[in-house]
T-cell receptor, first 113, second 115 residues
Framework: KQEVTQIPAALSVPEGENLVLNCSFTDSAIYNLQWFRQDPGKGLTSLLLIQSSQREQTSGRLNASLDKSSGRSTLYIAASQPGDSATYLCAVDGSGNTGKLIFGQGTTLQVKP | EPEVTQTPSHQVTQMGQEVILRCVPISNHLYFYWYRQILGQKVEFLVSFYNNEISEKSEIFDDQFSVERPDGSNFTLKIRSTKLEDSAMYFC?????????????FGQGTRLTVV
């Protein structure tokens, strides 16, 4: 059974720092991995999708990497800003034909001005 | 930019009552999903739906739950007889494809409170 874990659960950094969020999954037979942002009481905003054959994806200050064989993904945020404060979730699709996502518990990030 | 819309944003209902949560997926998407998030817990998969059929459902999605696409735009989740433990944020999602290129887009959620 696929399990997704995110470490750390919470992170507080000063503005301007570069930071890395970690995601690990137990079953490497995934089709893709997706990173989301969730603001308090709000929905999930898709940040990046990495297909199983890809090693990384970039969008602006965000860079996500995937090492499928070791069951790990990282989300790198460059030059963090207070507006980046949110909970970041990773989710894996191991189903292929049903699109079912298995989520981690998230990392809550606070960027202090 | 196209988005998934959910109504209502918040619903309070009495235990034992039926509720219908509504979603309008992105217009050219073909695959639809419901997830829920109990306060402080992980986002959990409930059901996936394609071509007017359930593709997969979780253990949570028991006989009290049903989904329907009543017309070309809406996708609904019905809970027949709500329980206190059904209180959660319910998210609708949709995707254009499945497989390696599946990118799921989520709505803002409906917060269901069962009293």
């Amino acid at each position: 059974k696929q399990e997704v874990t995110q470490i750390p659960a919470a992170l507080s950094v000063p503005e301007g720092e570069n930071l890395v969020l970690n995601c690990s999954f137990t079953d490497s037979a995934i089709y893709n991995l997706q990173w989301f942002r969730q603001d308090p009481g709000k929905g999930l905003t898709s940040l990046l999708l990495i297909q199983s054959s890809q090693r990384e994806q970039t969008s602006g200050r965000l860079n996500a990497s995937l090492d499928k064989s070791s069951g790990r993904s990282t989300l790198y945020i460059a030059a963090s800003q207070p507006g980046d404060s949110a909970t970041y979730l990773c989710a894996v699709d191991g189903s292929g034909n049903t699109g079912k996502l298995i989520f981690g518990q998230g990392t809550t990030l606070q960027v202090k001005p | 930019e196209p988005e998934v819309t959910q109504t209502p944003s918040h619903q309070v209902t009495q235990m034992g009552q039926e509720v219908i949560l509504r979603c309008v997926p992105i217009s050219n998407h073909l695959y639809f999903y419901w997830y829920r998030q109990i306060l402080g817990q992980k986002v959990e998969f409930l059901v996936s739906f394609y071509n007017n059929e359930i593709s997969e459902k979780s253990e949570i999605f028991d006989d009290q739950f049903s989904v329907e696409r009543p017309d070309g735009s809406n996708f609904t989740l019905k809970i027949r007889s709500t329980k206190l433990e059904d209180s959660a944020m319910y998210f609708c999602a949709s995707s254009k494809d499945r497989g390696v290129n599946t990118e799921a887009f989520f709505g803002q959620g409906t917060r269901l409170t069962v009293v």
